[in-house]
């Protein structure tokens, strides 16, 4: 049959369907109803059964095994992920050992089991760009949440100064204001010989200092009555991550409803987006570019807001294309680097605390170590000093280690050119979206010496510098946290000052409520109590 005939054929079948259409007026109402339905319901299975066989056997990823489910749409993923609520991390190790390194999860994307790839997806200038449909969390302008990459490149500049080791080192004084507000807290606890709530202590602990950074104020959320009920509201943001990623018209609906009607939804993630909404218009009506300027020349007194606000005028100053920041850009950057600087360390600290606690050798060792240090004039133990501390710090890169902050896969696109597997000697091709989870790095024993055991002497030495390429919970290359260097502050003042300050004890469930949820980022099961007794810090010192 040549192509003459097939366009005779197919003009027949064209006027056949025009006529059909133009008779169904003619028709019964329960007829034309039934007819309709009918037609509808033939088209969308034309539709699907082509759409299968096109994802079985042309696609281009057509070639990669993978569950038959997975192959040809993302229900069993979006199962697992939205319905189980973070369990298909658990189904991948499954996957690879039936199918091989390369899996196809969706059918769009694969996932990776070999290390020799990783650092070419996630180097300093890698051309793999994320995938927009994977960060689809409702703040869609954040520098975090962006896929092209001199889009990304030109947001990260204006933002790295912000965290940069030397403005961090600035903000001593406020990282100290805040924990002493902590220990008051405790001390109370200790006072009423009551169970002390220290995860719900880190949360609030964490977002006030990334307030601090943001805007120039406190949310005074530890000194809050209702501390606790605002702690969890800041960890809001990760609890239904799965849904807002495979369902994003919900939120996106949400977020378009006037505030009078979400308001009866009791959504804390919404609340927070409202607060910052709110944040970022008063910022602006409010900005006054000579003040933020001469802020700007005085070190350590800068927020993020001034950074931001001011930025177009730095860009102009040095002759660069100009980017006015909107209202929806400063909003989202609000919500992203208030969550990402609240639950994520917070979270961390948890796990640290316990591990201090459930390994009596290391707490020994790292309280011999805390005694070697000279406290300052207000009984203080000194950043740049607990910073020194060689199995300290160990012990903060092991925590983050064995319980990576991220234990799942941050999906990227595939350049041009394709991404070559060693492990299964083959291409994937461009357009993919590709993903390495961090877990089974980080627990590979060709990577990691006896990876089961938390071991903070691993990090010592030259050894423990190499090892330091492998420690992935801040990710790697141009895309890597923005705030790693606020983190590992946070973390070093605020452990190394509690432990040497209060003797500390694991309460019932401990073991339990530490077994971790994936939420994207890692999430414990329960929040974390402990019982505490206060040192004496003359005799520590």
Not at 376 to 402: A, C, I, M, N, Q
Request: glycine letters at 6%; aromatic letters at 12%.
């Amino acid at each position: 049959m040549d192509f003459t005939q097939v366009h005779a054929q197919l003009a027949q079948a064209r006027a056949g369907l025009v006529d059909y259409i133009s008779r169904l007026p003619e028709q019964e109402p329960r007829v034309l109803t039934w007819n309709i339905v009918s037609a509808a319901s033939v088209a969308l299975l034309v539709y699907w059964t082509g759409l299968i066989i096109y994802r079985l056997t042309l696609h281009p990823l057509a070639r990669f095994p993978g569950p038959f489910l997975c192959r040809i749409s993302d229900l069993q993923q979006c199962y697992y992920e939205a319905i189980l609520n973070g369990k298909f991390i658990e189904q991948l190790p499954k996957y690879h050992r039936k199918y091989g390194p390369i899996v196809r999860i969706n059918p769009n994307e694969v996932h990776i089991d070999d290390p020799a790839v990783f650092h070419e997806i996630y180097k300093q200038n890698t051309p793999f760009t994320k995938d927009p449909k994977s960060y689809g969390l409702g703040v869609s302008q954040a520098m975090a949440f962006t896929s092209p990459v001199e889009k990304h490149r030109v947001k990260r500049q204006a933002l790295d100064p912000a965290f940069s080791k030397r403005r961090v080192n600035m903000m001593e004084d406020g990282l100290y204001e805040e924990l002493e507000k902590v220990f008051d807290r405790i001390d109370g606890y200790e006072k009423r010989d009551e169970e002390v709530p220290i995860s719900e202590l880190y949360y609030c602990y964490t977002g006030d200092i990334i307030s601090r950074y943001l805007f120039g104020k406190s949310l005074g959320l530890i000194s809050a009555p209702d501390f606790l009920e605002r702690a969890e509201q800041m960890r809001s943001f990760t609890r239904g991550v799965w849904i807002s990623i495979h369902f994003q018209f919900i939120r996106d609906t949400m977020l378009a409803m006037p505030r009078w009607i979400t308001s009866f939804l009791n959504d804390a993630w919404v609340k927070v987006l409202w607060f910052c909404e709110d944040l970022a218009k008063n910022a602006i009506a409010n900005f006054d570019a000579a003040e933020s300027s001469e802020k700007l020349s005085k070190p350590g007194q800068e927020t993020i807001f001034d950074r931001l606000l001011s930025d177009n005028d730095r860009r102009r100053q040095k002759g660069q294309e100009a980017h006015p920041l909107t209202f929806r850009e400063l909003a989202d950057e609000s919500v992203a680097i208030l969550n990402a600087g609240t639950e994520p360390t917070a979270t961390m600290m948890v796990y640290a605390t316990y591990f201090f606690l459930r390994y009596p050798e290391v707490q020994e060792r790292i309280l011999k170590e805390l005694s070697t240090v000279q406290r300052d004039e207000k009984g203080r133990l000194p950043l740049v000093k607990v910073e020194s501390l060689p199995y300290f710090t160990g012990f903060v890169r092991e925590t983050l280690r064995y319980v990576p902050l991220v234990p799942g896969r941050l999906p990227r696109v595939v350049p041009k050119g394709g991404l070559y597997v060693p492990a299964a000697r083959d291409t994937i091709p461009e357009g993919a979206v590709v993903g390495i989870d961090h877990m089974p790095l980080h627990w590979n024993q060709d990577i990691f010496e006896r990876p089961s055991e938390f071991d903070p002497g691993r990090w010592l030495g030259e050894a423990g510098k190499e090892l330091n390429h492998w420690l992935l919970s801040f990710s790697k290359g141009r895309t890597d946290c923005i705030g790693k260097n606020l983190a590992y502050a946070e973390m070093h003042l605020v452990l190394a000052n509690l432990f040497s300050r209060y003797q500390l004890e694991l309460t019932p469930g401990s073991d339990e409520a530490m077994v971790w949820l994936d939420r994207v980022i890692v999430h414990p099961a329960k929040n974390l109590r402990i019982k505490v007794r206060a040192r004496n810090l003359e005799a520590v010192a």
